[in-house]
């Protein structure tokens, strides 16, 4: 399970540059078959000091770090929904995504128009977001029409279940005709089950991306403070980015040289560490570790997630076949300085099925298939 970002954006507000920068030290691709090969498409890999922290103690043949997917997805413009641009693979990209980077301009350029030009990220973010929730509106109506049918059934149990989309959707119907997002709304258990099949775009998670010019990624300007201020209002987390110096951070081999760079521009770290932290953070987005002489790797799971559940990032079959985890943290072994001394000092554990898998937990799972 890769975490999935798609960009979305009006024209022009930077998004193909922000991901050109995001992407271009892309992750080795023949370490993760299951990512898709399209040219909107870019796998870069997370950020994480403690890998090759254990690598320094685990010394392997090959370090894997985690991944994320980052899609540009374009087509979304004013009217978008009404047909404007925004076409079935739009819709079909969007669909997929985990989380959305909602790219807003922040900067002047008289040499780039903007759609309505002028910078207005207020009324930026609005087009976009009104846009979303009517392509949802367009799901719901469909769906409110199919299930009109189910309404009637002589079937007991299909009418029960026609009558509780029934009034599901008419809520859908009523938050996103304002041009209100879907996760405005809270909803039951049986609901969710229904939410699933729709698969509505508004219910995905939101981080503003504020793409500034190099002058105003320090400490922002008028534009990114007005970003700011919505995004307090739509509970929404916001991330600035310069595009440009991006690209130039991306383009240098070492961290050490990395660190040098943002420390020269008063910046503690990237923007794409920041958007990836945020993603993460926004989705409960969690890391453990597999470590061994032949592989040191980086998994994504989801907080809460037991043994077995992470095991199954890995392969379903570990999920399947679980017995049991070994189980150490990675700080132990920091502070110990080698799993041998983890192991003595008690701080290996083994855990079964009802274990809470940990931020920062090494695991080695046994499993039979
Ligand atoms: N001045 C300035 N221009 C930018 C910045 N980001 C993108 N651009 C320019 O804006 C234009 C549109 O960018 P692009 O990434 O293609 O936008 P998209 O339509 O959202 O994908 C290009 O000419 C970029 O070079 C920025 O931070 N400052
Ligand atoms: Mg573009």
Request: aromatic share 6%; glycine share 8%; net charge negative.
């Amino acid at each position: 399970m890769a975490l999935n970002c798609g960009i979305v954006g009006l024209p022009n507000v930077g998004k193909s540059t922000i991901f050109s920068a995001l992407t271009s030290a892309p992750a080795e691709a023949a370490n993760y078959p299951f990512c898709t090969i399209d040219p909107n498409v870019g796998i870069v890999s997370v950020p994480d000091s403690r890998l090759q922290k254990i690598v320094d103690l685990i010394p392997t043949e090959k370090v894997i770090p985690a991944i994320v997917e980052f899609v540009d997805i374009a087509g979304l413009v004013k009217g978008a929904s009404k047909g404007e641009g925004l076409g079935n693979k739009f819709l079909a990209n969007i669909r997929e995504v985990g989380i959305i980077a909602h790219v807003v301009r922040c900067f002047d350029d008289p040499d780039v128009t903007h759609v309505s030009n002028t910078i207005d990220p207020a009324s930026d973010i609005e087009t976009i977001n009104i846009e979303l929730a009517l392509a949802d509106l367009e799901t719901v109506e469909k769906r409110l029409e199919k299930n009109s049918k189910a309404l009637r059934s002589p079937d007991k149990d299909v009418k029960k279940k026609a009558e509780t989309a029934d009034l599901l959707l008419k809520r859908l119907q009523e938050v996103l005709s304002q041009g209100k997002a879907a996760r405005t709304l809270d909803f039951g258990n049986d609901e969710k089950e229904i939410l699933k099949e729709l698969q509505l775009i508004t219910l995905k998670k939101q981080i503003y991306v504020a793409n500034v010019d190099e002058e105003g990624i320090k400490d922002g300007n008028d534009y990114t403070r007005e970003v700011e201020k919505i995004a307090g209002e739509d509970g929404v987390e916001v991330v600035r980015i310069c595009g440009k110096l991006e690209a130039d951070i991306a383009a240098l081999d070492s961290e050490e040289e990395k660190e040098m760079f943002l420390s020269d521009a008063g910046l503690a770290e990237s923007g794409l560490s920041k958007l990836i932290q945020k993603a993460y953070d926004t989705l409960d987005l969690r890391t453990f570790f597999t470590a061994g002489p032949k592989e040191v790797r980086a998994w994504t799971f989801h907080k809460g997630d037991t043994a077995p559940k992470a095991a199954g990032v890995i392969h379903t079959d570990f999920e399947k076949g679980f017995i049991k985890a070994e189980v150490y943290h990675c700080e132990d072994l920091f502070s110990y300085g080698s799993e041998q001394k983890v192991k003595e000092a008690g701080k290996l554990r083994i855990e079964g099925k009802e274990y809470p898998v940990k931020d920062g937990d090494v695991m080695f799972f046994k499993f039979n298939v």
